[in-house]
């Protein structure tokens, strides 16, 4: 069965530092793999997602991840973050044939200045 | 606004009553999913159609749930006979099949308080 591990529940980090958000799955097949970002009040809003081909994949607002088939990862960069990036996290991971979504538990993100 | 729209987005009832709630998907998407989120948790999907055809139900989705999607543009959510566990926010989300990205849009969500 498809799960999705993110294993720090709240991280803390100062406007301009780099983020690292963490996130293991476990699929027995080539998986798909998104990461979504939730603002208090705000929807689910895609940040980036993998399907296949390269491994280092660009999102919005300058984020990106690395899928690493090896250690069954998928985890969230951004080199400088911004105030603006406090927010829930979540990674999901869904079969090819994309019927439903397995959802982590998120990690909440809070920026100081 | 050409997103996925839920309504109502608040929604405050006493245990034992019904409740409903209808999902408008962007407009072309043919599959529209619905996922429930507790306090502290990611989603967890609760159903999913194809057009109006109801594909695949999880365990969640408890006889007092039931799901429609009678034309294969909107949906509704019922749950009969809530209870406290049922407090939680309901998010639709849609997308198109046979584009090979499986890319799920989501709405606002609907977060229901059951007193």
């Known amino acids: 069965a498809q799960s999705v591990t993110q294993p720090d529940i709240h991280i803390t980090v100062s406007e301009g530092a780099s983020l690292e958000l963490r996130c293991n799955y476990s699929y027995g097949a080539t998986p798909y793999l998104f990461w979504y970002v939730q603002s208090p009040g705000q929807g689910l809003q895609l940040l980036l997602k993998y399907f296949s081909g390269d491994t280092l994949v660009q999102g919005i607002k300058g984020f990106e991840a690395e899928f690493k088939r090896s250690q069954s990862s998928f985890n969230l960069r951004k080199p400088s973050v911004h105030w603006s990036d406090a927010a829930e996290y979540f990674c999901?991971?869904?079969?090819?044939?994309?019927?439903?979504?397995?959802f982590g538990t998120g990690t909440s993100l809070t920026v100081i200045p | 606004d050409t997103g996925v729209s839920q309504d109502p987005r608040h929604k405050i009832t006493k245990r034992g009553q019904n409740v409903t709630f209808r999902c408008d998907p962007i407009s072309e998407h043919n599959r529209l999913y619905w996922y429930r989120q507790t306090l502290g948790q990611g989603p967890e999907f609760l159903t999913y159609f194809q057009n109006e055809a109801q594909l695949e139900k999880s365990r969640l989705l408890s006889d007092r749930f039931s799901a429609e999607r009678p034309k294969g543009s909107f949906s509704t959510l019922e749950i009969q006979r809530t209870e406290q566990g049922d407090s939680a926010m309901y998010l639709c989300?849609?997308?198109?099949?046979?584009?090979?990205?499986?890319?799920?849009?989501f709405g606002p969500g609907t977060r229901l308080t059951v007193l």
């Open positions: 999901a991971v869904a079969r090819n044939t994309g019927n439903q979504f397995y």
């Open positions: 989300a849609s997308s198109l099949a046979g584009t090979g990205n499986n890319e799920q849009f």
